[in-house]
């Protein structure tokens, strides 16, 4: 089992940034390849981007290409997402997820809320 808590969620307005945290515990984290995904009131949970293993291979999605920089830390155990110039369409909750194959995800946090206002 893998337990997943993200945190660094509020409300910034249009333009401004955050920075989410997922700290993952109960397993090897250098062994699950991470991902973001965000959903949004009254739509389904989207892919938002995801990171390799060593952190060194990563992918977005096109809404926040260029916006938004996926990381990880193996040595502490927590990946992050850097969110830079925020967009109302962003707001939705955000959910860090593990799997040990690509695009397939077996443990989910509980989200964090990222609002962004105008």
């Known amino acids: 089992q893998v337990q997943l808590v993200e945190s660094g969620g509020g409300l910034v307005q249009t333009g401004g940034s955050l920075r989410l945290s997922c700290a993952a515990s109960g397993r090897t984290f250098s062994n699950y390849i991470m991902g973001w995904f965000r959903q949004a009131p009254g739509k389904e949970r989207e892919f938002v981007a995801s990171?390799?293993?060593?952190?060194?291979?990563?992918y977005s999605a096109d809404s926040v290409r260029g916006r938004f920089t996926i990381s990880r830390d193996n040595a502490k155990n927590t990946m992050y997402l850097e969110m830079n110039s925020l967009k109302l369409e962003d707001t939705a909750v955000y959910y860090c997820?593990?799997?040990?194959?690509?695009?397939?995800?077996?443990?989910w946090g509980q989200g964090t809320q990222v609002t962004v206002s105008s």
């Open positions: 990171i390799s293993r060593s952190g060194g291979s990563t």
């Open positions: 997820a593990a799997g040990r194959i690509f695009n397939k995800y077996d443990y």
